[in-house]
């Protein structure tokens, strides 16, 4: 059966890096998001209209494969129900298999990656507030594939390999009409936080200093 691999998640916690990776061992094509707006909206800013038109031409694209017999990954935060059953409902029309990795970070981890982000990109328009409150109020549904992409890429695609084996696929309609599943909070050992506290002010302070 056809699968549709979701990789979900807040900004910043790994989506790319992760569908990218499984893209390359699996030789399945990796839409995401972000860079399909980049290419369809270049000079998007972050409107709801601008987020609703990528996601649309996403799941449009993502139809072209499945109809082509090929598996397709994902990725995007899904933090939206009607985002969530739109994919539901192309995985019933399409007679597809839904599979869920949802994707964990620090909200050290997360400032972090947003700080080199702008770094590499100067138009990036995520300020570091936004990011925080999206990492801290994500809805995680929690009964598919949670992975703290935080941890080595080595280990969180070993997760992914053992999930994508061993486990069935979720149950259409319920992903969407799920009440998110807390999670407990991610631990982390004194020394490694503080580096990644040290690191984060590091860079916002480099980037208020240009």
Known sequence: MKRIIVISGPPCSGKSTLGAKLSATR?????ELDAIRARILPNARFTREDHMTAHRTMHLVAEVFLD?????????????????RDLEEMAVRLEAS????????????????NARRRDRDPDHLLPDESVLALVNAFPYYGRGLVVDSTEPLADCMDEIDQYLKISKPLVLGKWSAGIPLPLPVLVRE??????EVAATVVSINKRRQV
């Open 27 to 31: 030789s399945i094509p990796h839409l």
């Open 68 to 84: 082509l017999d090929m598996n397709v990954i994902v990725s995007a935060a899904y933090d939206d129900v009607q985002e969530r």
């Open 98 to 113: 839904l599979f869920l990795i949802e994707c964990r970070v620090t909200p050290q981890a997360a400032i972090l990656r």
């Open 190 to 195: 004194p020394e490694q936080a503080q580096t």
